[in-house]
């Protein structure tokens, strides 16, 4: 009796150790964490892309429902009350005003830019040209520039820029049929900062509304939004309501049918103590193991631990009239030590994936079960009361009783199933692997609907062409990039590349800055070159002192820095030149490529890597699924493994084995026929249905039908069944695709594998 | 004084122009953009007289222009400096001293307003012509004028009017002056043109 205190005391003691460690966790969400650490520089690339970058600011707005011109009205009204908050880092929208510090910027320091040609012979032709233009059509457009920038300056760094060109209408970007006005919004937070996205994402809809009540006949006019950061806000609602909603029905649930079958709520809530302990323990080791803990693994490994909430079923539920628990706990324990030990095995695989998030659901599992089981065997008997019989429970047996009544017939059917599932799966056409990156995010279809609309009028097309070019430094990286425009300028004049976008094109290297400023002549020089050029042509040189006054002021002016720039041209050098371990990487866009053999070769040359993002993003999921498949079948032998180890016998290896293999073969070919592709989420759930349906046949296949513990093991079974139904059947009804496919594929699962089991762990009976 | 003279002049002036619009019952913008609309092929030379802030003299130059309804208009110059430029399904292409250079008409609202100005003259496309100006029509069928005050304030910003006179369905000039001072006179001999 001296036991009890001290074994309770050392579970509180370690609870407390838990749940102090779980709180001082980090617990991160971006999804760069959860995905391997190694891989090609392509692929961390992408996963830059991922996390932050440019393209993680963006914020895509949609103004529909009003005509045309309100849309507009309404477009200029938002921009501008939206540019005077400190949440935006620029605001488009196509209108007056949605280039002015981009512009601004590039017409201040046009001679630090670019470098002119300023002798005699340059500026003659600039002149001719410039005649030319006055006289074309856009003359007066043109014209009104000349005095300050005859030599085109201006014109030839806007060509050298690409920015996003979407159809105009009414003065501001629309939907070329004008069904929507369209906004560029980069936002001051990166999107995976949720915080700050919610608190943009409100004031963009406070503006709107705002700006609704000042645009006349705007009444019925509604504003979309979409981009990384909306996905992110949105995801973390549904999956908050999702949980909650969902968990608190599915709890509801399987309380309904334990209190069936107990007739007793103390015991209700002592069935959640090793589910509880198990959780805090995987908290902790993960933290203790990785230095943090990735939201996913919190979510998405509880579903893993589902199997915990069933080690109380059992010791409750098997616990013979008039007999202690100590002594029921006892009997089971060795079957339920094998069960939880398999599925540890099972998980164990994932342990060794590359990919950091597998690993840490890998331990988080382990963890949890080992912390969930041990509760059962330590803690429970000690909390339970005296002779507890679960008085609901004996009904629960029948359904069984009758399957094995009708065991011939039940055999037959079986192998007919299995046997039309491989057909089906061997005959389906079309690939079973979903290839879909979009499909693993956690979005629903509608939103990237709207997303890819909003993109292709914008004209904001994926980029899946690069050029790396790595850099020890900053200046090295800016000095690099330089070096290999013209190589790329080569490319797009012998039509192998439509275009590229470089870092030095927006910031030269101050070497460059430099050697431009050494270049400008000074000014008795210029305007000297500029009367010789200027000899014969109706020029007005006096009219040109803005240009020469330009010119001194660029010979003498401080060199520009990052500090220089503007937030949207800031922004988007920092996503063409990112920091990459101890050094930099350039990263800068590829357009139209239609050669990719012949810029890989000129690139090479250089010193830069040609790479096509698409294939990263391709290989990273191949990996990923080839890894799940991997896992899948490592832990499918590991948990083989143990239950020989375990049994000792091949023939009660089978009887175990067997079941849990046409189970997931029937579940395969069910998905799959109802449509749905294979993901990786299905195969973690392909591993769940064997860890959870394992201890099933276990329990069959150690107790002999006949014998008084027959009908309370085979009631806890299906006890235990029907609340891993009834949970995550509940789960396949959530919008998150995670919780959809698990769900799905765990509840049709593990139910086969219920019938399986009665039919085929079953002994003969005494 | 003096200015108010003359106003009241101009407010004379217009009121007897709106009468002799007025006198020949029957005619007016949407009769102007008939006529117009129905030649669906031109050629004619012009002459263009050019003055800005940064020329010294007048800039005169000479070349051919060409239209095919709708949307084709290009702009042959062959003195004092060849370039050209081609209007083509509201894609610009300019080609100047070696260098060519394309975009399309809409990226520019300022752009978008002057090329608009001359091809919704040419076509009669009353309703792309009132996208960028108010239009005023004066004179009769036989000698009209029309006069374009931008309604886009970026167009606003550089273009003060443009006067298009004309005969008929044919335009024999383009008048375009800018804020900064500078105009272009344009006159047109029409070589050949074609009805349907």
Known sequence: MRRKPLILGLWLALLAGCAVIAARTSYRTDMGDFLPRAGSPAQRLLVEQVNGGAAAHILLLSLSGAPAPVLAALSQSLAGRLRQQPEFLDVLNGGPGSFTGMQDYFWNNRYLLTAPDLSTAGLRNALRNDLAQLSSPLGLAVGQGLSADPTGAMQALLNGFSMPAPAMRDGVWMQPNGSAALLLVHTKAPGFNLDAQQRAQDAVRAAFAKALQAVPGAGGAML??????????????????????????????????????????????????????????????????????HGITL???????????????????????????????????????????????GFCAMLFSSFIGFAQLGLF???GLAGAAATTRFVLPLLMPGHFFAVGAAPLARPIAMLQRHKRTGHAVLGLAALAAIAALALHRGGMWDSNLLDLSPIPAAQQRLDASLRAGLGLHGQR????????????????????????????????LGGYSLPSAILPSAQTQRARQQALPDDATLRARFTQAAAGLPFNIQAFQPFFTAVAAARAAPLLTQASLPPALALQVSSLLNKAGRGWMVMAPLS???????IAHALAAVGAQFTNLGQAATGLLQNFQAQAVTLAVAGSLAILLLLWLGLRAWRAVLAVAAPLAVAVLLTAALLTLGGAKLSIFMVAGFLLIIAIGSNYCLFFATTRPGTAEWPRAAAAIVLANFCTVAAYGLLSFSRIPVLHDIGRTVAIGTFLVLLCSALLSTRRSA | MISGLSLRRRAVLLGLLALTAQAKPGWGLPQLMAALAATRSATASFTERDTSPVLSAPLISMGTLTYVAPGYLSKQTATPVSSLFTLRNGQVTLMEG???????????????????????????DLPALQRYYSLTLTGSAAAWRLRLVPRNPALAAFVQSVAIGGSQ?????????????AESRMSIRPARAHAP
């Open chain 2, 169 to 181: 369905g044919q335009v024999t000039s383009i008048d375009t002056l800018s804020t900064d001072g």
């Open chain 1, 592 to 598: 139209g490529v239609r050669d990719p053999a012949a």
């Open chain 1, 299 to 345: 979510g998405f490994g509880v579903t893993l631990m589902g199997e915990s909430l069933d080690y109380a079923v059992y010791l409750f539920t098997q616990a013979k009239q008039g007999e202690a628990p100590a002594a029921a706990l006892a009997r089971i324990w060795p079957t339920l030590r094998l069960g939880a030990l398999t599925s540890m095995a």
């Open chain 1, 465 to 496: 062409y690069f050029a790396l070019i790595p850099a020890a430094s900053v200046q090295q990286g800016l000095q690099r990039s330089q070096a290999v425009a013209p190589v790329l300028d080569a490319l797009v004049a012998a039509g192998k």
């Open chain 2, 98 to 124: 070696g260098a060519t250079r394309q975009f399309a008409l809409d990226e520019d609202p300022r752009i978008a307003g002057l090329v608009e100005a001359i091809r919704g003259t040419l076509a009669g």
């Open chain 1, 224 to 293: 979309q939004m979409s981009g990384p950061g909306v996905f992110a806000v949105q995801s973390r609602d549904t999956t908050r309501q999702d949980v909650s909603r969902l968990s608190a029905l599915a709890l509801l649930g399987a309380a309904a049918l334990l209190l069936f079958a107990y007739r007793s709520p103390r015991m209700l809530l002592l069935g959640l103590l090793p589910i509880l302990t198990g959780g805090l323990a995987a908290t902790a080791a993960v933290s203790l193991a990785f230095g943090f803990v």
């Open chain 1, 365 to 367: 599992s382990i963890a």
